[in-house]
């Protein structure tokens, strides 16, 4: 089985632009999950989406959103960018579950650098 | 709310030395615990993962770790080091509601040859 994909793999912004990234799962994933990794703050939980719908949200501002399609692919977007945004996004894939606990599947990440 | 420290932010070792990363976690349910590996430029992968079937799991590349409840403790060990063993390990715990991974700060690992 393919792993999961991430386009782009690397992005160069402005500050106020925004960003659209995009991640495939792995077939017959239906959870897909997004981190923002940072020097400063780690790796930090976004949201996860489930069956079209968000099941999870992480503490960020609602700047960030993201949605997924009906074939579980999901893309995320950033609104109004910051430096503060710069960033590894890694996406992450889970088999179905609804019990929560199940082992997710890091893409490579698409590597953000807002100037 | 649930959290996860990783004691020691850079650990050096000899190569064939025991490596020990240390994780604790705070939960306020049955955790999920699991540890990844973080290659330069690279996403995640997962060495190992504890699900309550038996507190020893044993993972991938000689990697084991052992949780106890008492201690809140799941450490990662590996008897003997290996220059490929050069990487980043984040432990991570979830809960029952869904698939958010709550990650330390990780631990960058040195093999000295």
């Known amino acids: 089985k393919a792993g999961v994909t991430q386009t782009p793999r690397y992005l160069i912004k402005t500050r106020g632009q925004q960003v659209t990234l995009s991640c495939s799962p792995i077939?017959?994933?239906?959870?897909v999950s997004w981190y923002q990794q940072t020097p400063g703050q780690g790796l930090q939980f976004l949201f996860e989406?489930?069956?079209?719908?968000?099941?999870n949200k992480g503490n960020f501002p609602g700047r960030f959103s993201g949605r997924q399609f009906s074939n579980s692919r999901s893309e995320m977007n950033v609104s109004t960018l910051e430096l503060g945004d710069s960033a590894l996004y890694l996406c992450?894939?889970?088999?179905?579950?609804?019990?929560?606990?199940?082992?997710?599947?890091f893409g490579p990440g698409t590597r953000l650098l807002v100037l | 709310a649930q959290s996860v420290t990783q004691l020691g932010s850079h650990v050096s070792v000899s190569e064939g030395a025991l490596v020990l990363l240390r994780c604790n976690y705070s939960?306020?349910?049955?955790?999920?615990l699991f540890w990844y590996v973080q290659y330069p430029n690279q996403g995640l992968q997962l060495l190992l993962k504890?699900?309550?079937?038996?507190?020893l799991v044993k993972g991938i590349n000689g990697f084991e770790a052992e949780f106890k409840k008492s201690e809140t403790s799941f450490h990662l060990t590996k008897p003997s080091a290996h220059m490929s063993d050069a990487a980043e390990y984040f432990c991570?715990?979830?809960?029952?509601?869904?698939?958010?991974?709550?990650f330390g700060g990780g631990t960058r690992v040195l093999v000295k040859p």
């Open positions: 992450a894939s889970s088999p179905p579950g609804l019990a929560g606990g199940e082992t997710q599947y």
């Open positions: 077939s017959g994933h239906r959870s």
């Open positions: 989406y489930f069956s079209e719908t968000q099941r």
């Open positions: 939960s306020s349910v049955p955790p999920y």
């Open positions: 504890y699900t309550s079937a038996a507190t």
């Open positions: 991570a715990v979830s809960g029952a509601a869904g698939n958010k991974l709550t």
